[in-house]
């Protein structure tokens, strides 16, 4: 899946995100607090695929001082809108990021947003460009899917598997779609050493199916 095809589906879905995508506030506070336990003391975070921004509030509230990146246009034009705004940067951050090293305390990856990398090697390069923004000793947490997801959703007529671990998403409304690529807990471990020491813990209750990664950056 190329960057290209990637920002046109969320592009596509931008102006419905927050409606038919979103959570609700009460679900939406309840993972951020989740979320902000697993954060360092308040320090400027990377907000990876920060999308419409549905998480800032939160950070903000903590004393935290996000960066949001995302690569779809129409998403930060939304974000850019809410009541505090916040730095935004319009890149694709499978790529180098445009940021100099130890720029951040931490780093955040949530709502699935690493469950579309380009390629088998592209979350081990984030991990070390990750590693490389954010300074010794700093945090990262990830949301996302497990591999289980797969079997909840298969009676979902939007996912299609494509493998044991992959599946194309179709929006029903623009007929847009996503590739995602899950990884197991070992996955998810090689994929952020030597950089990062994770600890994954599963979804709460009702959430099965999901994970959160919290991990270290080596020192």
């Known amino acids: 899946m190329s960057a290209d095809e990637a920002r046109r589906f969320f592009d596509a879905i931008a102006a419905r995100y927050d409606r038919e995508y979103g959570l609700s506030g009460d679900e939406s506070r309840r993972r951020m607090g989740r979320v902000l336990e697993a954060l360092p003391a308040p320090c400027r975070v990377l907000d990876l695929g920060v999308g419409t921004g549905r998480e800032l509030a939160s950070l903000l509230d903590a004393g935290y001082e996000p960066t949001g990146v995302d690569l779809s246009p129409a998403m930060l034009a939304r974000c850019a809108r809410r009541a505090r705004p916040v730095p935004l940067v319009t890149a694709d951050f499978w790529q180098p990021l445009p940021f100099e090293d130890a720029s951040f305390g931490a780093a955040i990856a949530l709502h699935g947003t690493l469950a579309h990398p380009p390629d088998d090697e592209a ?11 954010v300074r010794a000793g700093g945090s990262l947490v990830v949301e996302v899917p497990s591999p289980t997801w ?15 671990t992959t599946a194309t998403y179709e929006d029903p409304a623009t007929g847009a779609t996503i590739d995602a690529r899950l990884l197991d807990e070992a996955g998810w ?18 959430e099965e199916g999901e994970w959160l990664v919290a991990a270290v950056r080596a020192r």
Request: hydrophobic share 50%.
């Open 189 to 206: 471990t090689a994929a952020l050493a030597p950089w990062w020491t994770a600890r994954i813990r599963p979804g709460a209750v009702g």
């Open 150 to 164: 797969l079997d909840r959703v298969a009676a979902d007529p939007r996912v299609r598997r494509t493998g044991l």
């Open 123 to 133: 979350i081990p390069r984030l991990a070390r460009e990750l590693a490389r923004v």
